[in-house]
């Protein structure tokens, strides 16, 4: 009899499948543009949880076209996020290695818990206040003031950079669901015109906010990187779908046939086996922004509050389809790096606030 041919079970594109090293994710690569306006390339959010809603489908190729198509979508909650500074990068021959920062002054004002209960203190000054020796490194950010802006922006300038980006914080204080008050400090690319006007353009906004309105529009497609849900240590039976062993199997049926040729002294990485399930870092392409909040816009909390999440009370985008992670998850988006040749219009004639608890 012929051998029998299949697909095989569990792709190793996403080996190795190991623990996330932390709750959300980091972007190593941002996508180039031939843009002349400078914009920033990515957000941050909190994923609330689904529902559904009802769109006029405007693909004239498409069976119902001009007709009311009812999709599934995931509501994420955007509070603007922080502007901490800019950073530059040169390009060596070990690869991209940073050139400098210029940090805003936020010890006065910005976002809270950067510095928590020592505002205008580095982390030196106060443990020689409560009489610890001093350490050796300062805080979450460094302090700095006018004249420190100028000479790093100065230094930057007179280098070769190949990139500039910003670095910006979250605001969990003003987002009820969210258990975590501390923000959480991470990059995003900054593209259009050239190395010296991103620069102005970044001192420009130090220590100001950025609001998903200033970065994406409706209509536009995004890629979503999130950690998904961590289901712990699981047999290779769930974790890659292997088949059931026949029930006359000596041992036991929930595993695999073999470990491998005798030959071969170790079992080879390819052999499916058990081990960590879920908590780990993925990215969802292109994924279409179908609402943006605006300040007169309907409520979208469904009665009774989103299921493990609660109440919206911060701007907010609609996105289509489903997004890695459970409720509460920061969820982070980047420009498109394999974007769709067509996007068409978005008109939503309906968004679901049923209760999502079966009341």
């Not at 914009?39 to 909190?46: E, H, I, K, L, M």
């Not at 809270?112 to 203190?121: D, E, G, K, S, V």
């Not at 009489?131 to 922006?153: C, D, F, L, T, W």
Request: hydrophobic fraction near 30%; aromatic fraction near 6%.
């Amino acid at each position: 009899m012929a051998d029998r041919h299949r697909p095989r079970r569990g792709s190793m594109g996403f080996s190795p499948r190991k623990r996330s090293l932390r709750q959300f994710p980091r972007i190593n690569s941002w996508p180039d543009s031939e843009s002349k306006e400078i914009r920033v390339q990515g957000f941050a959010g909190w994923k609330a949880g689904m529902t559904h809603i009802m769109v006029r489908d405007t693909n004239p190729k498409s069976t119902s076209a001009g007709q009311e198509v009812r999709k599934a979508v995931t509501v994420v909650e955007t509070p603007p996020m922080h502007v901490l500074a800019v950073r530059g990068y040169r390009m060596t021959p070990y690869g991209k290695q940073t050139a400098g920062e210029i940090w805003a002054d936020v010890s006065d004002e910005g976002p809270t818990n950067l510095f928590p209960r020592y505002a205008n203190q580095t982390r030196g000054e106060r443990d020689v206040e409560e009489g610890r020796k001093p350490a050796m490194r300062g805080g979450r950010i460094p302090k700095r003031g006018q004249s420190k802006v100028e000479e790093s922006a100065k230094s930057l300038r007179d280098q070769e950079l190949t990139e500039v980006r910003l670095i910006v914080c979250t605001q969990p204080d003003t987002v009820r669901s969210v258990p975590s008050k501390t923000p959480e400090i991470m990059e995003v690319g900054l593209v259009g015109g050239d190395t010296d006007a991103k620069i102005d353009w970044a001192i420009e906004r130090l220590g100001g906010e950025i609001g998903l309105e200033d970065v994406y529009k409706v209509g536009e497609e995004v890629d979503v990187v999130g950690v998904t849900k961590g289901k712990g240590w699981q047999g290779s039976i769930k974790r890659f779908g292997l088949k059931l062993l026949s029930h006359k199997n000596s041992k036991r049926r929930r595993q695999g046939g073999n470990m491998g040729d005798f030959g071969t002294g170790y079992v080879r990485k390819t052999i499916r086996q058990a081990g960590q399930v879920g908590y780990h870092k993925r990215t969802e392409l292109n994924k279409k922004i179908l609402r943006i909040s605006q300040p007169n816009e309907a409520d979208i909390t469904p009665a009774g509050g989103f299921l493990n999440y609660g109440e919206v009370r911060n701007p907010y985008m609609i996105i289509q389809g489903s997004l890695p992670g459970p409720a509460k998850r920061l969820l982070r988006f980047r420009d498109a790096t394999r974007p769709r040749k067509i996007s068409g219009e978005v008109e939503v004639t309906y968004v679901s606030t049923s209760s999502k608890q079966g009341v």
